[in-house]
């Protein structure tokens, strides 16, 4: 059987016949109670052959897989093997698709989302496939238990549009989003004075929404 970190299963156990008068008390253990939690032990009534309830099988978040033996004891044992799973990568998300190069206009930035809650010293590698356009850090942490992490995203001004990808990596897996950074647009366009005589002179100011890149 296979489970993520922080989730729970039921578990059973069946005797070859049936229990005595007063039931049978069937010890349990993990072999390795930091990963696999199970109760000291589980009640089969007289007269029956599995336990009317199933025990609580609990997990903790994990980095790699984990293979935990429960064995249960009652006249001799029997062992079954429980496999804990990490997380992987469930989603990367940004809070814009389009954005104007070197401006928060509008504010832009990312999110790892797992399918499960993370270990200790979980990370995320992140890269931009465009560097020149838009970077991220090269890595983030996802706090112990949490399913997700926030990230920023920062650009720069480009000369043309730049369609990208942010993209997140862990354990071979990778979950994208795409972001477009956009050249500036001029805004306005104004001259001072507005009115001039024959030898005068007047001073245009150009407006762009956001900042020129290098050789503008």
């Known amino acids: ?11 059973t156990v069946t005797l070859t016949g049936p229990a005595p008068a007063g039931g049978a008390s069937v010890g349990l253990s ?8 199970v109760p000291s032990s589980v009640n089969v009534a007289a007269g029956s052959r599995t336990n009317a309830t199933p025990f609580t099988i609990g997990t903790e978040p994990v980095n790699s897989v ?5 064995t249960a004891s009652y006249n001799g044992n029997r062992h079954v093997t429980l496999t804990v799973q990490p ?19 509008p504010p832009v930035s990312g999110r790892v989302n797992l399918n499960a809650p993370a270990p200790a010293g979980y990370t995320v590698a992140l890269r931009s496939t ?18 997700g992490q926030d990230f920023s995203v920062t650009t720069k001004p480009v ?7 942010i993209v997140a990596a862990r354990g071979g897996l990778e979950r994208s989003a795409p972001l477009a950074v956009q050249p500036p647009t001029l805004t306005n366009f104004v001259f001072s004075p507005t009115r001039i005589s024959n030898a005068g002179s007047s001073t245009g100011t ?10 503008t």
């Open 66 to 70: 984990s293979p935990v033996a429960i």
């Open 30 to 37: 993990s072999g390795n109670l930091a990963i696999v939690k």
């Open 130 to 147: 465009d560097a020149s356009a838009a970077t991220v850090p090269e890595n983030i942490s996802v706090p112990q238990n949490a399913t």
């Open 87 to 105: 997380p992987v990568l469930n989603s990367l998300t940004l809070t814009a698709s389009s954005v104007t190069g070197g401006t928060s206009q």
């Open 159 to 165: 000369a043309s549009r730049s369609d990208l990808n």
């Open 206 to 215: 150009i407006t762009l929404s956001g900042p020129a890149p290098s050789n």
């Open 1 to 11: 059987s296979t489970l993520f970190g922080k989730s729970s299963a039921g578990g």
